[in-house]
């Protein structure tokens, strides 16, 4: 570590008790699991509705389904898809790929069907667990994919007898059934294991690529980004460090999704590699967020800001203790001082003793690489970086740092930066850069600035990108969907300012000479949009116009348009 570098981090001056540098296990993500069951093995791993899943026994089913991959032929580096929600069976599925040395692709459930098709073909994908309500997209796709075996999971699963029997006379009554030559239960696949005895450990290292999670890239369109063993295991040990108060035992509400950085490296990974319990459910219902306080009294709450905006609206909410809190955390999107304010004060009427802590990351570094410290929020601030994690700000375009306060392009470097963006070296060149110091600079596309003393504040994206409810949006992957409708000329997508999801999708539609907008077009746009494009990013209001309003160079002025949606 370069010295100038270690006396940059703020780390020392704001968390005395915390070094500036720690140390991280170079082992596959699955070892480090086990090691938190070696140490507490009677303690409670997942609590899934209700049922418990220690960690002993999360061990002994993590080995039997790796010992089911195996069956079904899967080998050390390939490839798995996982379209899930919060389930157990995604939790084990994933560290059960990890152990036999595979990848683990993990996507949206809701994912359209032709972005299911290019996730599973640009990973290669051989086998693909998924939950019951994908199934009949999956059936549509199959034969244009390498899968070999797609094993359908439901949410009953797992779920206590009661709850399991309440779900299919209700909501699962409604899952329209697919079925398909290479379809298997997940009862199934494990059977599998049964018969195997051949090896299925691989005690991989740090720099072994071990999941592929997407997002947005410079260009606009999704793309892989290839986390490693390191990535996720440093994120843990940065993230439990940072907390200053959480011990084994702790119960966390893991509400985000596992196909999600945050979710998947903060809800699970962290929580599991330092002995706590992850409270999983596949569906988050704000409107019943007050059930779940009550029930598991968490520790920890981490979620996008809408999480915390829907919580004060909760009526259910006035009297609810909540002194047992240790944790809030907000990230995904920016939290405004003025909601800040709101949610401490809701906290503190309730007992709890902390404030809401907002962060800053990207998928780019598994999830946040910098929080606000526990006694030392600044109103505005994203916080101070990690141990071992170091952001300056460049100009846009340049190699070359800017002094404090300037704003700027938002750069950092540490442990959990990706390897890098699957099969494109191009992009990846693009936004992995090595500098004159040595370090390789991850080149974020935010524009922020940085204050002496170490504390980051963001400003905007360079990238234009939408964030509704925690999830980030390319305006121009729903585009070229619109656009490709028989009767639409061209389109423009932006995000107009929602009081509760941060932002929602609007999209403006130009027709085709002689086309004109009556009921039956919009309909069959609307309904061409909700098979094209995934369900979170499905515009929720258009606006059919004559013509758009265009820059000086011709190119469709959608700043314009933003204006237009800005609140008098």
């Given at each position: 570590m370069p010295d100038e570098?270690?006396?940059?981090?703020?780390?020392?001056?704001?968390?005395?008790?915390?070094?500036?540098?720690?140390?991280?296990?170079?082992?596959?993500?699955?070892?480090?699991?086990?090691?938190?069951?070696?140490?507490?093995?009677?303690?409670?791993a997942l609590n899934y509705f209700g049922k418990i899943t220690t960690f002993a026994q999360l061990r002994k089913k993590i080995e039997h389904c790796a010992k089911a991959f195996k069956a079904f032929g899967l080998e050390r580096g390939d490839r798995v898809t996982i379209c899930m929600p919060n389930t157990p069976e995604a939790v084990i599925s994933f560290y059960a790929i990890n152990m036999i040395g595979a990848v683990a692709n993990m996507i949206h459930p809701l994912s359209a069907e032709n972005e299911i098709r290019r996730f599973v073909n640009v990973s290669h994908s051989r086998m693909i667990i998924a939950i019951n309500v994908s199934a009949k997209k999956i059936e549509r796709i199959i034969e244009g994919t390498q899968l070999?075996?797609?094993?359908?999971?439901?949410?009953?699963?797992?779920?206590?007898?009661?709850?399991?029997?309440?779900?299919?006379?209700?909501?699962?009554?409604?899952v329209k059934k697919a079925e398909h030559a290479r379809f298997i239960s997940f009862d199934d696949f494990l059977r599998g294991a049964e018969a195997y005895r051949g090896d299925y450990r691989v005690n991989g290292k740090g720099s072994d690529l071990?999941?592929?999670?997407?997002?947005?890239?410079?260009?606009?369109?999704?793309?892989?980004?290839?986390?490693?063993?390191?990535?996720?295991?440093?994120?843990?040990?940065?993230?439990?460090?940072?907390?200053?108060?959480?011990?084994?035992?702790?119960?966390?509400?893991?509400?985000?999704?596992?196909?999600?950085?945050?979710?998947?490296?903060?809800?699970?990974?962290?929580?599991?590699?330092?002995?706590?319990?992850?409270?999983?459910?596949?569906?988050?219902?704000?409107k019943t967020f007050h059930k779940l306080i009550l029930k598991y009294k968490p520790h920890v709450i981490a979620g996008v800001p809408t999480l915390f905006e829907a919580i004060m609206r909760n009526e259910h909410m006035t009297s609810v203790d909540m002194s047992y809190l240790k944790c809030a955390i907000a990230g995904g999107d920016s939290l405004s001082p003025s909601t800040k304010e709101k949610v401490d004060e809701f906290l503190r009427q309730r007992g709890a003793k902390i404030q809401v802590r907002e962060g800053y990351?990207?998928?780019?570094?598994?999830t946040g690489s910098c929080l606000n410290p526990k006694n030392d929020t600044r109103a505005g601030s994203i916080g101070i970086p990690y141990p071992d994690t170091f952001y300056k700000i460049v100009a846009p375009g340049t190699q070359n740092e800017l002094p404090y306060g300037e704003v700027g392009e938002i750069c950092l470097s540490g442990p959990t930066v990706m390897l890098g963006y699957l099969d494109d070296e191009v992009e990846t060149g693009k936004v992995l850069q090595r500098h004159e110091d040595g370090l390789m600079w991850l080149f974020t596309g935010d524009l922020g600035y940085m204050e002496a003393d170490g504390f980051l504040y963001f400003k905007q994206r360079i990238?234009?990108?939408?964030?509704?409810?925690?999830?980030?949006?390319?305006?121009?992957?729903?585009?070229?969907?619109?656009?490709s409708h028989p009767d639409v000329l061209y389109s423009t997508v932006i995000g107009v300012p929602d009081e509760y999801r941060g932002q929602i999708i609007k999209a403006y539609v130009v027709l085709k000479s002689g086309v004109k907008p009556t009921d039956d077009v919009k309909n069959s746009i609307r309904q061409y949009c909700e098979v094209n494009v995934a369900k979170y990013a499905l515009p929720r209001e258009f606006e059919y116009r004559d013509s758009l309003p265009k820059t000086l160079v011709g190119k469709v002025d959608y700043r314009a348009l933003e204006m237009e949606n800005v609140p008098s």
């Open positions: 570098l270690l006396v940059k981090t703020p780390w020392v001056q704001h968390y005395g008790t915390i070094p500036a540098s720690l140390s991280y296990s170079d082992k596959s993500m699955w070892e480090t699991i086990f090691e938190a069951a070696e140490k507490y093995p009677k303690s409670a070999e075996h797609a094993v359908i999971v439901s949410p009953r699963d797992s779920m206590p007898p009661l709850l399991s029997l309440g779900y299919q006379l209700t909501k699962g009554r409604s071990a999941a592929i999670l997407y997002s947005g890239g410079t260009t606009g369109e999704s793309k892989g980004i290839m986390l490693s063993n390191l990535n996720f295991n440093a994120l843990a040990v940065q993230g439990y460090t940072m907390s200053d108060s959480l011990v084994p035992g702790d119960r966390v509400l893991s509400i985000m999704p596992i196909f999600h950085g945050f979710g998947l490296g903060i809800c699970i990974h962290t929580i599991l590699y330092f002995g706590m319990t992850a409270v999983i459910l596949p569906q988050f219902d704000v990351g990207l998928t780019e570094c598994v990238k234009r990108m939408i964030v509704t409810s925690g999830y980030s949006v390319y305006p121009q992957s729903i585009e070229n969907v619109i656009d």
